[in-house]
């Protein structure tokens, strides 16, 4: 992937497509049990979205990789964004959050390139 680092392409398969399909195996065939473990996968995918976004905008304007303007400008760009997709999506809240949470990934990667570049560059 972009960072070198062979791990991480593994790590974007099991993410990519292992947690989703759990929780639609989960939601569709488990039972009750099934479906309260779905939710619960669901809004920690949703957290480490969000979580993992935070961080790589805090480090790259810490090292200032990129101007604190364009984090604000990220920021903006996605409350706008992700409060439209939140209002607009049907569903009950937690596929409405899990869908607001993947707009972050509209902007992860304004913060993750440079990262990226950065651990590149000194190795």
């Known amino acids: 992937?972009?960072?070198?680092?062979?791990?991480?392409?593994?790590?974007?398969?099991?993410?990519?497509?292992?947690?989703?399909?759990?929780?639609?195996?989960?939601?569709?065939?488990?039972?009750?049990?099934?479906?309260?473990?779905?939710?619960?996968?669901?809004?920690?995918?949703?957290?480490?979205?969000?979580?993992?976004?935070?961080?790589c905008f805090f480090r790259i304007t810490r090292s200032r990789l990129v101007a604190p303007q364009t984090t604000i400008l990220c920021a903006f760009v996605v409350l706008a964004i992700g409060t439209m997709v939140f209002v607009r999506l049907p569903g009950d809240w937690v596929w409405r959050s899990l869908g607001t949470c993947l707009t972050l990934l509209a902007v992860l990667p304004f913060a993750s390139l440079p990262l990226a570049l950065r651990w590149n560059r000194h190795r």
């Open 1 to 55: 992937m972009m960072t070198g680092r062979r791990w991480t392409l593994a790590v974007a398969y099991v993410v990519g497509f292992g947690i989703p399909g759990s929780i639609m195996l989960l939601g569709e065939f488990g039972g009750d049990i099934g479906h309260t473990v779905a939710e619960v996968l669901k809004l920690l995918s949703g957290s480490t979205i969000v979580i993992t976004t935070i961080v």
